[in-house]
């Protein structure tokens, strides 16, 4: 299989079980091994991408990703060429932005090897409980949930008729009466008390409607029977909160520990930059010249004080 894309030249052949390319090119320049593509005096090279195909991929859609990447690469390059001829020194200058962002970069790097040598991840249930009682009014559910008791019998399943009594009932004797009487007759049944589900997920594979209001009809509708060519279902919805709703504690445990963890990661690195800042400070490896702030100060109050005669000027 070839593959052809001229921007100056390139070519492309099959790379075979090991994806290796084959392809010959002369050139004033030396060429270093076998070159996927060439732009300019730039080449793209196997060793330069074979790390970033996926494993996963059948031979031909990895030739396939592999021509892409390289119509990128060769589109890349030669709107950098463009660049490089038509922006000034000055615009090509990025010396200050690269520095800034390498700056970043080691700051963050620093900071997430902080919090991994001495940020504390246990907490406690005690703490997540007190969390949630002081914020429970900010916490809004975004959707209406549910805590579902649901049972599937076959259709002919016999004394089918019990199940309808036994899946609304509160009593532990009738629980176990269905659960029991679910698995016999090859049916399902599940209900976990602390486990909540988004009502519209929940029963999206099944041809509910709950009309305009779907807060309306998880009121008023506590037992929900339906049945398709094989199947009876029942649903006993045992506890609901509504859209916008206060969510249960167990629904947002797993959010409030997140919170709790990004709080004590920011608090210890404010606490970091704040020790090292003093003791910099302490040490005088660092200092602030107060001549220079006044400067500053000075320059910022005539700067606006011209702005002040200028608006004056043009009123």
Excluded at 14 to 40: D, H, M, V, Y
Excluded at 103 to 112: A, D, G, T
Excluded at 147 to 170: D, G, M, Q, T
Excluded at 249 to 275: F, Q, T
Aim: hydrophobic fraction near 35%; aromatic fraction near 14%.
């Amino acid at each position: 299989m070839n593959f052809f894309c001229t921007v100056r030249y390139i070519s492309f052949f099959s790379l075979g079980f090991l994806l290796c390319t084959s392809c010959f090119l002369k050139s004033k320049k030396e060429i270093k091994g076998n070159p996927l593509a060439r732009e300019g005096e730039k080449y793209l090279y196997f060793d330069d991408v074979k790390e970033i195909i996926p494993k996963d991929l059948s031979k031909s859609d990895s030739l396939a990703f592999l021509k892409n990447y390289i119509n990128k690469w060769i589109k890349k390059q030669v709107i950098l060429e463009k660049a490089e001829l038509s922006l000034s020194e000055k615009q090509k200058d990025v010396s200050r932005q690269l520095r800034d962002y390498r700056n970043v970069i080691l700051m963050h790097k620093y900071e997430q090897s902080i919090i991994a040598q001495k940020s504390d991840t246990n907490i406690s249930d005690i703490e997540i409980s007190d969390y949630y009682e002081k914020h429970k009014n900010d916490l809004k559910l975004k959707e209406s949930i549910i805590v579902p008791l649901f049972v599937r019998i076959p259709r002919n399943a016999p004394n089918a008729a019990h199940v309808k009594i036994w899946y609304k009932s509160e009593k532990d004797a009738d629980l176990d009466k269905l659960v029991k009487y679910s698995f016999k007759n090859k049916g399902d049944f599940f209900y976990e008390e602390h486990s909540w589900y988004v009502f519209h997920d929940f029963f999206k594979k099944f041809p509910i409607d709950p009309g305009p209001s779907e807060e309306a009809y998880i009121r008023f509708n506590k037992f929900i029977e339906f049945k398709d060519s094989l199947n009876y279902f029942y649903v006993n919805i045992k506890a609901y909160k509504l859209k916008n709703e206060t969510p249960p504690l167990e629904y947002v445990k797993a959010e409030i520990k997140s919170i709790i963890l990004n709080k004590r990661k920011i608090n210890l690195i404010n606490d970091i930059e704040n020790r090292l800042f003093n003791d910099a400070m302490s040490d005088r490896h660092a200092e602030i010249f107060s001549i220079e702030v006044k400067n500053f100060s000075d320059t910022v109050i005539r700067r606006d004080s011209l702005k002040d005669k200028h608006k004056k000027i043009t009123q």
